[in-house]
């Protein structure tokens, strides 16, 4: 289904401001208010404008022609076609320079989100590298602890208060040692999310950039478009 935004010609020669996105079966439905009464150049031309709000720049282009056809008969004389031409190609330019900055931010928009997801990675690869080194760590401490006691045990030592002292000392060095690996890790990971969040803030605001970008080039270029009938007609 078809919708229309923006200024619509709801009948010939009358205007009324759309408050949303709307079907032509929604507007039979909608109590405007006061219809704005326009010239048949102006109900043309801001019938382009809704046109570019929604077809983008082949909308405009085509709203320029019906501009132009429009008013072919209303002003006459080379001077009155060149006004026309100049307005045109003045919406036309306008309209294309803030395409222009809407595809940059949308850029930077999907960068950010990119290196979002880069970092977010980074995390969880730093918490299963940790992981796995513990648990290295902790078959290498095994290893250990049972040379100890072979060894003390060989020496006919296991049951002296010496030899048990070694083995808790030893096994608290393991535990510390595997310990470390988690922090580590964890720090990591938690520097790689913080880093992820900074970019994942950058998205939403390119994302609010965005569209305030795209509310002022409709509203520019209907501005410009109001402005050139003075010109036109003066």
Known sequence: MKLYS?????????????PYPM????MTRWRFGPLIALPGLAAGAVGGLGSAAIGGIGGLASGVGGLASSVGGMVGGPS???KIGGTGMSLLGQ???????EADIKNLQTIADYNARVYDMQARTERQKALFEQKRQAKRGARVQSTLTA???AAGGLGSPVA??????QATELELENLLLG??????ARRAESQAGIYKLQSRIYKQQFEAQKKANL????????????????
Do not use: H, T
Not at 6 to 18: A, D, H, Q, S, T
Not at 164 to 169: F, G, Q, V
């Open 95 to 101: 309209f294309m320079g803030g395409q222009s900055k």
């Open 23 to 26: 079907s032509r079966m929604e």
């Open 164 to 169: 048990l002292d070694l083995a808790a000392e």
């Open 219 to 234: 509203f520019g270029v209907g501005k410009s478009l109001l402005s050139g009938f003075g010109n036109i007609f003066s």
């Open 80 to 82: 009155g076609i060149a």
């Open 151 to 153: 060894q003390l045990g």
């Open 183 to 188: 922090y580590e890790g964890e720090i990591f």
């Open 6 to 18: 923006g200024y619509y010609e709801i009948c010939p020669g009358k205007v009324v401001l759309l």
